[in-house]
């Protein structure tokens, strides 16, 4: 059934990442004793895990704890693509170091690293990478942001601690030349897809609700406009699609500006586009200030309206994809 819950875990699942027929994300069990998120492999449509990957222990030389996040898969699906966290275990104010790591998949630890530090524009400030993808396989964009750690406090003695990331450009790493460089139209995107035309989906921040496609050049068009500021964006059967950290995922058509949306089991911040109508989304339990756990569900956009030149109106298709 659809929508369909895939993972059980009784810690937290995030950042969902689909090649071919499997999701990688980022998994944090309790069981295992220690904070860190382990990388996890799972068939789209759920079932068993087929790998699970962990950062070392600390050890005397490097007694920092790692923690793997962001994954994404290549397009050969032969490497995998991960933000490396180090911090230290007695603090709980953000990391130390930040570094994308590109390594075999079936070898995450030996993975060639790059900080992930510098200026997007002027006085931008970035330390850390979110939301990896492949372009060809020598390629990772990522959205360079700023984490920073927030404290909150309550109306009477509780005190919260969270860290904030604040998205500053879409960036690219040269895998071979280990370089970073500002993609063509990239500065100030909060959120982005890639477009299966070569270009990009984006919100900027001047912008927060306004999608639009970026081509490879860097010049950007308008497309349409979201309710909210999204948090994240896929591209699925022609259609972009919008996290906007409620439950509902709102949809625009930019071939003939249609509109919907898809209902979900609870908040959701992240989304993966999927084969065909279908998408991954990282569903949290309930809504809460700082976010709650979150598992991964399988849901699909609805089918898109059959359209033809000696049509009055739209017609629904005459039978189901599947």
């Not at 999701?23 to 295992?32: E, W």
């Not at 002027?122 to 390629?139: H, M, S």
């Not at 509780?158 to 139209?185: C, H, I, W």
């Amino acid at each position: 059934a659809i929508p369909r819950q895939l993972t059980f875990n009784p810690g937290d699942d995030r950042s969902p990442s689909v090649t071919g027929d499997s999701i990688v994300y980022s998994r944090y069990d309790p069981g295992r004793g220690t904070r860190a998120q382990c990388l996890a492999l799972l068939p789209v449509e759920g079932g068993t895990l087929r790998a699970t990957s962990c950062p070392p222990a600390p050890t005397a030389a490097d007694s920092l704890i790692g923690t793997w996040l962001e994954p994404a898969l290549s397009p050969s699906r032969a490497r995998i693509a991960f933000v490396w966290e180090r911090g230290d275990p007695l603090s709980v104010l953000g990391a130390w170091s930040h570094h994308l790591t590109v390594a075999p998949v079936d070898s995450a630890a030996q993975g060639r690293e790059t900080l992930i530090a510098g200026w997007a524009s002027g006085d931008r400030f970035y330390n850390t990478a979110v939301e990896p993808t492949w372009a060809g396989e020598d390629t990772v964009r990522f959205l360079a942001t700023y984490q920073q750690v927030i404290k909150v406090k309550g109306g009477g003695a509780e005190r919260f601690t969270d860290t904030l990331l604040v998205p500053r450009a879409l960036m690219a790493l040269q895998v071979s030349e280990g370089t970073v460089r500002l993609l063509p139209g990239g500065d100030s995107v909060i959120a982005y897809a890639p477009a299966t035309d070569g270009g990009t989906w984006v919100v900027k921040q001047a912008d927060p609700v306004t999608l639009l496609h970026v081509d490879q050049a860097g010049a950007p068009t308008p497309v349409g406009a979201f309710s909210g500021t999204p948090s994240d964006l896929a591209e699925i059967d022609a259609r972009v699609v919008a996290a906007l950290g409620g439950t509902v995922l709102p949809w625009i058509d930019p071939i003939t500006g249609d509109t919907g949306s898809v209902p979900t089991p609870g908040p959701v911040r992240r989304i993966a586009a999927g084969p065909g109508r279908f998408l991954v989304a990282e569903v949290e339990l309930d809504a809460r200030d700082f976010g709650a756990p979150a598992h991964l569900w399988l849901l699909e956009l609805p089918p898109r309206a059959a359209r033809c030149r000696h049509c009055r109106k739209s017609q629904p298709p005459s039978s189901p994809i599947r």
